[in-house]
Nanobody
Framework: QLVESGGNLVQPGGSLRLSCVVSGFPADYDAIGWFRQAPGKERGEGVSCISRRDGSTSYADSVKGRFTISRDNSKNTVYLQMNSLKSEDAGVYHC?????????????????????WGQGTQVTVSS
């Protein structure tokens, strides 16, 4: 199960921290990531991913330097700290996992190509 929280309305330039509680996945589901779907768009974007085992991280170019992914294995939780938010960051953010690893999580353009995802949390960026 992947359960997201933390989405909200924020002004451009603001910050949000999303959380994803991960449960019930075996160790081979090592990669946990975030996939966003903008309103009205059929395709989405994998924005960040982290290895539960060693904490290695990866990011889409669109968020590098602004977003930071982290994990707390004692709480089975993955976080996405989002700073300097822009209007184009708005959308539903889904926590995802895939046995193929972070490459699959970041290159997928629709949720359907990934193994599992949560219901999502809404991020709205507007003044």
């Amino acid at each position: 199960q992947l359960v997201e929280s933390g989405g909200n309305l924020v002004q451009p330039g603001g910050s949000l921290r999303l959380s994803c509680v991960v449960s019930g996945f075996p160790a081979d589901y090592d990669a946990i990531g975030w996939f966003r779907q903008a309103p009205g768009k059929e395709r989405g974007e994998g924005v960040s991913c982290i290895s539960r085992r060693d904490g290695s991280t990866s990011y889409a170019d669109s968020v590098k330097g602004r977003f930071t992914i982290s994990r707390d294995n004692s709480k089975n939780t993955v976080y996405l700290q989002m700073n300097s938010l822009k209007s184009e960051d708005a959308g539903v953010y889904h926590c995802t996992t895939d046995r193929r690893g972070c490459t699959a999580v970041l290159t997928g353009t629709t949720l359907g190509v990934l193994d599992y995802w949560g219901q999502g949390t809404q991020v709205t960026v507007s003044s």
